[in-house]
């Protein structure tokens, strides 16, 4: 009776653990995602197998409470609910396909795997396992992919020891040669500290301060100037015109994050601008659910909130390259990379603005996934965050 009480509780520990650590921001820590899938089959039953699900999912996300907290001005209940109802979907979906019959496990977990991947579950599919293959097989683009989710099918089976020793060795091997991302030439991202006031701060003096840090990046050689997500506020004519007069003696193309109103809701958008003029070339995919998307104001007869453009524009033409372009959110779930990648980018493009996860491991998160899927199909990765 003993043994069998223990049991579960050290798996769920070691859950707690592995999202912990798996999930602290450091890329090459991502493959001890790895252990989920090991510890979810050695659970003994369906209830054991949420628990474990819920251990891994709450430690992955444990900077949401506070972060939401941040971002509304307000105690920890409302992120803690928001916490506990965004790990529904990964447990709920876990202790479903949960199976005794060890034939059918693997792809018991490659079904979990998919659906936690693709909408409408994967909305809220942070912390997939699968992110490690960046770390595990870099450069081997797809054939890595497939590599990694045999990988972790192999894992549910009782051969586990054995393939946890081969993907280790692939894990000692990938850290021993890590390289970053290389970045494009001529292509600056720019990392701005300026807290919850960016895209918030609708001044002149702000946009004459941003326009400075571009042509500030000009001198030093940059031709594509990359912006944090929300940079420029509410995108109006008015706006538009003072960067365009402002670059019309450069060089220079700026890719700058913005918000697009109307009387529907709003876009939250990647911009390119020029001494040319000013385009929307990127609308979100995937808005952060809850604080930004809001489809039950659609049901209610009520406008507002962000929309979710799901599978459109995942690559856009951006000075003469193809730009696989992640917004903030867009880098903690799945989906939106691996439908980028089916378009052959030539730079993945991370923008975010993170003020609101201050004293949290989120934006270290978003950066190691970027830089994971990076180097899986070896792209050259840009990022600018905003903290």
Known sequence: MCRKRVRPVLLIAASI???????????????????????????RSRLAAAAVSAGYFLAASRGLPQGVATFYSSDLWPGLLLWLSASLGFVGVHA??????EPARPFRYFAA??????????ITGWAHPITAAGVLFPGWGWWGLLAATAGLMGLVTRMWPAVAIVLAGFWIWSAATWDEPKLPTSWQGVDLEMGASLGRDPSMQRHRD????????EAGGARTVVLPESSLGFWTPTVERLWVKALQDTNVTV????????????????LALSGDGGRVIY????????????PWRTLLGQSGGARAHFFSNPVVAIADARVAPLICYEQLIVWP??????????????????????????????????EAWARLFDKPLLISFNT
């Not at 592995?18 to 659970?43: I, K, M, N, Q, R």
């Not at 479903?96 to 019959?101: A, I, S, V």
């Not at 923008?351 to 950066?367: D, F």
């Open 17 to 43: 653990i592995a999202g912990t650590v798996a999930w602290s921001g450091h890329v090459l820590l991502l493959p001890l995602a790895c252990t989920f899938p090991t510890l979810w089959a050695l659970a």
């Open 96 to 101: 479903m396909l949960w199976t005794r019959c």
């Open 113 to 122: 795997a998919v659906l936690m991947a693709i909408p409408p579950i994967g």
């Open 210 to 217: 941003l326009i400075a840090t571009v042509k500030d990046r």
């Open 255 to 270: 890719i700058a994050g913005a918000a697009v109103i109307d009387a529907g809701g709003y876009d939250n958008v990647l």
């Open 283 to 294: 609308r979100e995919r995937m808005p952060v659910p809850g604080s930004m998307w809001q």
């Open 337 to 370: 990379v691996l439908q980028s990648m089916l378009h052959d980018p030539d730079v993945i493009v991370a923008v975010g603005n993170g003020w609101w996860t201050k004293g949290t491991s989120i934006v270290a998160i978003q950066r190691a996934n970027a």
